[in-house]
């Protein structure tokens, strides 16, 4: 019975863990994209994976997935899984399963891009040099061969897997259809018991419901983005976006430039607005939602508006739509996209990506980082490495691609937004368990000073058998 960090270990994003059970099956609890580049490329040097190859196991070897939710750091490399060989079952929930579904399409175009880029600077590499150059380009064929795995199953249904292993989703609040795993499978010694939080939501969080709470386990694995942190209680969404409206867009007047995730936070962002429109709490100016995937995704929100919290469902009964108001423009071309950077009465613009790693936002950005009458209003966490971080951090300069800008622009940022629960949540959640009976807990998804950080906390509240894994680190849970 053994444990592996494959993703996610001291770091924040490509959550992947392999549980061995007793009689050999396997299973790989979420298969997420690592957006920092230089662990990836770490990766293959250290365990000098197979050329054409990405994982560092072999995939044929597992038996089944788990896929906790549908943001791409968690289900962003299952095409590449099934593309090297995985034949088994893609087990979540039916929104996770229809939000996976856009965004890995969404992934298949960026993906293009990307290739066609490589080919016009002259190179004509085969699919394992395209591999081994950045891990991993996949195309139409292998998304559709991931999807076809899928397997959608109820939230809170104790699902028999085959006989002694059972799975169980427990809605974790952090996005539509987001889920924290329960997996039980039974031992010469018993039934033993092993809990994968996921990504973990908040209370009181824009359309969605608190999480729920979870059952003892006998080793946990839990994330740790916000494990030093609390968010502000205070804050409500409505006021938040009021007071930075009113400061960019009126007294400036400007334009409001927001990064933002089209699954999950732009739902959240047009449903603040939609409200605010509905209370003439919102100015009479153009709203720009630039994501197609958002329009998209808004649809699979509404379609399962009953897992919603009560208060959007009773927003939805008085107004038949969630995300839909008078100024609102859901921009779909591309061109149509670029053209508003020629649009020059005040605005706010939606576009992803949230953390400003790829997507139509890096355009957006660019074309206003010196325009002093602009305002980029962070709404969200953004990992290490990526251009949203580099963006908090500025001191008046940043980097992109090969060149040094000069910003001028001024950049805010708001957590009222993240879908992470920060540490009141996560210590909720772990104190569902036993400090007695818990037998190992691992933190994962966070930055690692983060992680020390909570694992103190944890500690001095009893729970000392804490660990902060390694990246490729085994564990045999037989032997505790």
Not at 159 to 174: D, E, N, S, W
Not at 237 to 259: E, F, H, K, N
Not at 280 to 292: A, G, N, Q
Not at 388 to 408: F, H, P, Q, W, Y
């Amino acid at each position: 019975m053994k444990l592996t960090f494959w993703g996610a270990a001291r770091q924040v994003t490509g959550s992947m863990y392999m549980l061995e059970l007793p009689d050999d099956f396997r299973i790989l609890i979420d298969c997420g994209f690592d957006f920092e580049t230089e662990r990836q490329q770490r990766t293959h040097e250290v365990h000098k994976i197979q050329e054409g190859f990405i994982f560092p196991f072999d995939v044929k070897s597992i038996n089944l997935v788990l896929l906790t939710h549908a943001h791409i750091d968690h289900s962003g490399q299952l095409p590449n899984l099934v593309a090297e060989g995985y034949e088994g079952q893609i087990l979540c929930t039916a929104p996770t399963y229809e939000l996976t579904h856009i965004l890995l399409e969404d992934s298949v175009n960026i993906h293009k891009r990307k290739l066609s880029h490589i080919h016009k600077a002259g190179s004509k590499m085969s699919r394992k040099e395209i591999i081994n150059k950045s891990l991993g380009l996949y195309n139409e064929r292998d998304a559709k061969d991931a999807l076809d795995r899928f397997v959608p199953i109820s939230p809170k249904h104790r699902f028999k897997v085959k006989q002694g292993l059972y799975v169980t989703f427990i809605p974790a609040g952090h996005l539509l259809g987001a889920c924290s795993i329960v997996v039980e499978f039974e031992t010469t010694e018993g039934w033993k018991k092993i809990g994968f939080s996921g990504d973990l939501g908040r209370k009181n969080y824009t359309l969605l419901k608190d999480p729920e709470p979870f059952p003892e386990v006998d080793f946990l694995v839990c994330e740790s983005t916000y494990g030093n942190r609390r968010h502000n209680k205070t804050q409500n969404p409505v006021a938040v976006v009021s007071d930075v409206v009113q400061r960019t867009c009126i007294d400036m007047p400007g334009r409001l430039i927001i990064p933002a995730f089209s699954i999950g936070r732009t739902q959240g962002l047009l449903y603040t607005l939609n409200r605010m429109w509905e209370e003439t709490k919102l100015p009479r100016i153009k709203v720009f939602s630039d994501s197609p995937l958002a329009k998209k995704s808004g649809k699979i929100y509404e379609k399962y508006r009953s897992q919603l919290n009560q208060e959007a469902q009773d927003f939805y009964k008085d107004n038949e739509t969630l995300f839909s108001f008078e100024n609102l423009e859901i921009v779909e071309d591309l061109k149509r996209s670029e053209a508003i950077s020629n649009y020059y009465e005040p605005c706010i613009i939606i576009s992803s990506s949230g953390m400003v790693q790829g997507g139509r936002i890096e355009h957006h950005i660019q074309t206003n980082l010196k325009n002093p009458y602009a305002t980029i209003f962070m709404s969200g966490y953004a990992a290490e490495g990526t251009l949203g971080r580099k963006l908090m951090d500025n001191n008046g300069s940043i980097r992109m691609g090969a060149k040094e800008e000069t910003v001028l622009c001024r950049v805010e940022k708001t957590d009222v937004y993240s879908g992470h629960g920060d540490l009141d949540d996560l210590l909720t959640f772990v104190n569902y368990q036993s400090k007695e009976n818990l037998k190992k807990l691992f933190l994962v998804h966070g930055e690692v000073l983060v992680m020390e950080d909570f694992k103190q906390t944890l500690v001095c509240q009893g729970f000392e058998q804490t660990i902060i894994p390694e990246w490729g680190k085994t564990f045999d849970l037989s032997m505790n």
